[in-house]
């Protein structure tokens, strides 16, 4: 079977069948409805003294410290962005120049944007193909109510999955994926993923082409201040 009928025929059952099991079998659960599982309630103490074993101050004390809100950003900040997301090995200097501030300003904004966790860390733009991973695709997949958590984790741990998100819509998860080729991109798709139980069904969108769009600031509003003069 050739990767252009992966998709018609992923998913695909004889009537009264899911997926291969007998007529007759116990019906398959509903699909997920791109709900996301809820997250669980805290738990408060209900007994116990305040200071004692179980109280009060050891709860809090054992839970973590809230993330503060990141600050807002204003045009410099997204114009320092948009040059390390284009250029993450530019040098302070370099930015410095670009967005017209001194180097100790620029420092201090790009550990702010760090410790804001804006910045999430710095990497390489890769190119697939001749990185040897020929075949990419989009996957869509319909899952088990309340089941994403679960699902999230195994498709972490499939080889060549690039990005995951759950999403509304038709389907309830988006996978990208980058193989050697076809043939162990259709091994993927109807070994791996569609043998984890709480897939119902998958359908691949093979990848002709892609282009890297270069990250561009949002050109600043009226109401954003002028860069400040260097210092």
Known sequence: MGPEQMAENEGRTEP???RGEHPGAQPHPQPCGAAAEPAPARAEPTGGRADGPGG?????AARPEPI???RPLDAIDRSILGILESEGRASIRSVADRVHVSRANA???INRLMDDGVIRGF???VDHERAGQGASAYITLKIVQ????TVREQLRALPGAAHIALVSGDFDVLLLVHTPDNRTLRELVLTRL????EVLSTRTLLVFEETDLPAVPPPPGDGDP?????S
């Open 16 to 18: 009264g069948t899911d």
């Open 56 to 60: 009060r101050a050891e709860l809090a």
């Open 68 to 70: 503060a809100p990141p």
């Open 107 to 109: 420092y201090a904004r």
């Open 123 to 125: 990497g390489a733009r």
């Open 146 to 149: 309340n089941s994403w958590r």
């Open 194 to 197: 569609q043998s984890i139980p």
């Open 226 to 230: 002028a860069p400040p003069a260097r």
